[in-house]
């Protein structure tokens, strides 16, 4: 079987002093990195898939859970470096 890596995406609404954000959090590094809402996609994994593929990950799928959604990749690196 193999082994991926799965980073939960959370959607953070704006407030009166940020706009809207989205959190890709890994499990396995502890780690998250908070990024801005990028309006030209639809949904915030496109917006998460899109900057980890910028940052190097091979994206391999997306996933929408009741309360997360979902990144799938087969890249193992900490988001911070």
């Known amino acids: 079987m193999e082994n991926l890596h799965v980073l939960r995406i959370q959607y953070h609404g704006p407030t009166n002093h940020r706009g809207s954000r989205v959190s890709i ?20 994994m496109d917006i998460a898939a899109a900057y980890l593929k910028e940052q190097g990950y091979n994206v391999i799928g997306i996933a929408e859970g009741k309360d997360h959604d979902y990144v799938i990749t087969d890249t193992f690196q900490p988001l911070k470096k």
């Open 25 to 44: 959090i890994s499990d396995r590094f502890e780690q998250r990195v908070t990024i801005p809402y990028d309006y030209k996609y639809n949904h915030s």
